[in-house]
């Protein structure tokens, strides 16, 4: 049977999504059964796989390319900028393979399928093998989040976990405060000539950098830049001052945030409006009439545009979710957008300023991919991202000659950031007509006065809380954190969100907890923890409860939150968290994890919450129904041929 190696050639976002995951692995297994393929493994003697998969995911979401379209120029930018960023390797050695299994890959699909470019990305790859080891295990190439990456693997935390992570960020923050070194076996690589727009930059603040190709810590010159920032404040010019305190906040100014914000809420309506299943993303067939009606409208000449296509849109949809105006309620497989009532209610009655500096706080301090629907791969947030690229645009007006100029933006701030700064009128873009076949054309991109004073002002409110907002870790608490700042400058802010505090529900929960095909459902009462749900599942699957575990669901925002076993790490614990304690409805969603080894992924889902029955459910649960027999939790491999 011939494979189809272009199925997902001619298919919108949307529907390349639920496709995606197992093309990647048919694709694999495809190379891997050739005879090419088998002389590669009998050649290599390991397991291959892992970085076609990854070129093939990275192109699909970077390069907007299927492998019968990808150009050398996409794997030139997938090679050189978007792996080096995206992956960080536990072991220098783990990119030694990248480039051979690529070769003979890309070689497999030049002599099988005849892809237009498959000849010029196999030279290339070859012409970059002695190279690429070296992007891949250099922190420059990663930015700053490559850099804490390699930073706390060397200090020792295991930053594969959302938990390590967050204790080496604890200790970065503290070391931070006490000048001590963060870790004194940070790789030293020779420095390379900044852009001259960055140089300006570290000119500005007054940090001297070293000549190009003299030897350097990087994340000692990071922290010399992070100081010199800190002490920004003395340069505080009484211009800047003067810009916030006479900027007027209305529907029409700054920017078109609060009339554009007030096009998606009447679109949403009462009756909320279908999403995507899997990021939860707005219709295609509506975009480019909602774009339309934007007073911050783009310009796409695109066949399928999806809602990321719409760089404004997509933004705004940022602001809906992680302000709380909007969340996703699922039924079923259907998911629809619909407005929080009780959000929505405060918001009609605040001011243009307080409207404005509430969205500016849900974009810079709770915004993050995730409530787009990307994958919870970092801890940067949308502020983390902007932070970090405002020092290219407030040094000088940055212009892009043509579209790969331009791409650098898709990484910082990211093109929904820079719709964002703009719409706040902290930019000024200039835009052309797109090309055929091309999305948003941008030419030019230049701080307005207000976003030079603005950002100032929001950095340095930002270093003063060590670079961590409280509300990731309390994500109930009102959306005030950046008002001790703003307030000054913006007395009419007086009112703030205040989000609805999740109440503890009573009755008991039904669930339908699955294993693949396999199923129970499951009754317990909401005063149960989640300790107690998981000892349920594991009796209604006979597994003995010798492992850790862990629970994660998400909040209203769409952010993924982790309750741990309670000899886990973690910062809260599932002997703790009560059920009725959580933001679970009807249709809501959670994961369980049994056995961090054998890695048992169980799916629940809330299909009931009932009041209390005549006679309560107790917290130990009980099965209601089963379907298919349960896997063995230790399967006999003795006869198995490994």
């Not at 076609?52 to 050398?72: C, N, P, R, S, V």
């Not at 169980?602 to 089963?626: H, K, M, S």
Request: charged share 20%.
């Amino acid at each position: 049977m011939t494979y189809n190696i272009r199925l997902l050639d001619n298919l919108s976002f949307d529907e390349v999504e639920p496709l995606l995951e197992q093309y990647i692995i048919d694709t694999v297994n495809h190379f891997i059964r050739s005879d090419r393929g088998q002389a590669y493994l009998q050649r290599q003697q390991y397991e291959a796989g892992y970085w076609i998969d990854t070129f093939i995911d990275l192109g699909y979401h970077y390069a907007d390319k299927t492998l019968a379209k990808m150009t050398k120029a996409d794997a030139q930018l997938l090679m050189e900028s978007v792996l080096p960023r995206k992956i960080t390797l536990m072991n220098p050695r783990d990119a030694d393979d990248t480039i051979p299994e690529l070769v003979e890959f890309w070689i497999f699909l030049q002599e099988t399928y005849q892809f237009r470019s498959a000849g010029a990305i196999v030279k290339y790859l070859q012409s970059i093998a002695l190279e690429f080891p070296g992007w891949m295990n250099d922190p420059t190439k990663g930015g700053i989040a490559k850099s804490f990456m390699l930073q706390g693997m060397q200090a020792g935390y295991d930053m594969t976990t959302q938990e390590g992570m967050t204790a080496f960020q604890t200790e970065y923050n503290q070391r931070l405060k006490t000048d001590a070194p963060i870790n004194p076996a940070i790789p030293i690589v020779p420095m390379v000539e900044p852009p001259s727009a960055l140089k300006q930059v570290f000119d500005t603040l007054g940090v001297e950098l070293p000549e190009a190709g003299q030897p350097v810590n990087p994340m000692s010159l990071m922290q010399q830049l992070l100081a010199a920032a800190n002490t920004g404040e003395s340069s505080w010019s009484e211009e800047e001052a003067a810009t916030l305190h006479a900027q007027k906040i209305t529907e029409a100014e700054p920017g078109t945030v609060l009339h554009d914000i007030q096009v998606l809420v009447d679109y949403i309506g009462a009756d909320g409006v279908t999403v995507s299943g899997k990021r939860q993303h707005l219709p295609p067939k509506h975009l480019a009439e909602l774009n339309s009606r934007l007073n911050q409208s783009i310009a796409l000449d695109l066949k399928r545009p999806q809602q990321k296509s719409y760089a404004n849109i997509h933004g705004l949809y940022l602001l809906l979710r992680a302000s709380g105006l909007a969340e996703v309620l699922t039924q079923g497989k259907k998911s629809r957008l619909v407005l929080n009532p009780a959000i929505v209610g405060q918001w009609q009655q605040f001011n243009a300023t307080e409207r404005y500096c509430t969205l500016l706080e849900a974009w810079l301090v709770r915004g993050h991919e995730e409530i787009l629907g990307e994958p919870r791969s970092s801890l940067l947030s949308e502020g983390d991202r902007c932070f970090q690229a405002w020092s290219r645009f407030a040094a000088t007006p940055c212009t892009y000659k043509n579209y790969e100029a331009q791409h650098t933006l898709n990484y910082a701030p990211r093109l929904y950031n820079l719709a964002l700064m703009q719409a706040f009128g902290l930019v000024k873009l200039t835009s052309l007509k797109p090309q055929s076949g091309k999305g948003w054309r941008i030419k030019r991109v230049e701080a307005t006065p207000l976003g030079r004073a603005l950002f100032k002002c929001l950095y340095t409110a930002y270093l003063e809380q060590e670079m961590l907002w409280q509300s990731e870790a309390d994500f109930s608490r009102p959306l005030d954190e950046l008002k001790p700042a703003l307030s000054p400058y913006f007395p009419a802010w007086r009112q703030t969100l205040q989000l609805p505090q999740i109440g503890s529900q009573t009755g008991r929960f039904i669930f339908k907890v699955s294993l693949g095909k396999v199923w129970r459902r499951l009754a317990i009462a909401a005063e149960a923890t989640l300790e107690d749900l998981s000892l349920l599942i594991l009796h209604a699957v006979n597994f003995d409860n010798d492992h850790l575990h862990e629970f994660t669901y998400r909040d209203p925002s769409g952010r993924t939150r982790s309750v741990m076993h309670p000899m886990a790490d973690g910062d809260r614990f599932t002997d703790e968290v009560t059920l009725g304690s959580l933001p679970l409805e009807v249709g809501s969603q959670m994961k369980y994890v049994f056995d961090f080894g054998d890695w048992w992924e169980f799916e629940i889902q809330v299909e009931a919450i009932e009041p209390e029955p005549a006679i309560p459910t107790t917290v130990q649960g009980e099965i209601l129904a089963r379907r298919g027999k349960a896997p063995e939790q230790y399967p006999d491999y003795e006869d198995e041929n490994w």
